[in-house]
């Protein structure tokens, strides 16, 4: 499809285990972004790439998170030693063009639990 | 930081009633987005809005941009059972911060 991609759609991990969650953005698309949704929230930034260039991290919440996107196109999200308060949807949304009123594209999320 | 203040957190009317969801703030934000997010999907751009006083229509919904560009409202009207899903608006604040902040949006049922 022609749409944000994310795998797995669903992953389930014990307290302690690495986790690695994936975004194939729009093809073409400049930025790309991070964002984690708690159940009932709406979602929080983490992680904003430009290309290859990672060019905002603030919003990660431990140094057990870490994110990359080394060609400028796929991005992994990667969360060591997961804990419990983890668990939510980890949303990836590209937008073309790096101007700050261009429209984000969602993909539709991975749900982690951890149990 | 800046925060989204959305209300009501949840609604649920019957289908061909009007309703109104609105998005504050006291910071000012140079675009503000409205998104509708299903259950198990991500969210979807409705519309964005830029310039303060500013009004966009989407077939029954209208958004409003605040003169100030500190709130937004989305009024839905004759609302329908597909109208049925989770309302999210979102603030960029310009410049070279390209990260949205999001409310925690409004939970909307449309009973038919």
């Known amino acids: 499809g022609a749409g944000v991609s994310q795998s797995p759609r669903y992953k389930v991990a014990k307290r302690g285990q690495d986790v690695a969650l994936r975004c194939d953005p729009i093809s073409g698309h400049v930025s790309l972004f991070w964002y984690q949704q708690a159940l009932g929230q709406g979602p929080e930034f983490l992680t904003y790439?430009?290309?290859?260039?990672?060019?905002?991290k603030s919003g990660l919440p431990s140094d057990r998170f870490f994110a990359e996107r080394p060609e400028g196109s796929v991005s992994t999200l990667k969360i060591q030693r997961t804990q419990q308060e983890d668990s939510a949807v980890y949303l990836c949304?590209?937008?073309?063009?790096?101007?700050?009123?261009?429209?984000?594209?969602f993909g539709d999320g991975t749900r982690l639990s951890i149990l | 930081t800046q925060l989204l203040e959305q209300s009501p957190q949840f609604l649920s009317i019957q289908e061909g009633e009007n309703l109104t969801v609105y998005c504050n703030s006291s910071s000012v934000f140079s675009s503000l987005q409205w998104y509708r997010q299903e259950p198990g999907e991500g969210p979807v751009l409705l519309v964005t809005v830029v310039t303060g006083g500013e009004v966009k229509k989407l077939k029954r919904l209208t958004f409003q941009f605040g003169d100030a560009r500190k709130d937004s409202s989305l009024h839905i009207t004759a609302a329908q059972p597909g109208d049925t899903g989770l309302y999210l608006c979102a603030g960029n604040s310009g410049g070279s911060n390209y990260k949205l902040t999001f409310g925690k949006g409004t939970l909307l049922t449309v009973n038919p």
């Open positions: 790439f430009q290309n290859e260039a990672q060019l905002d």
């Open positions: 949304a590209s937008s073309l063009v790096t101007t700050s009123n261009q429209p984000q594209h």
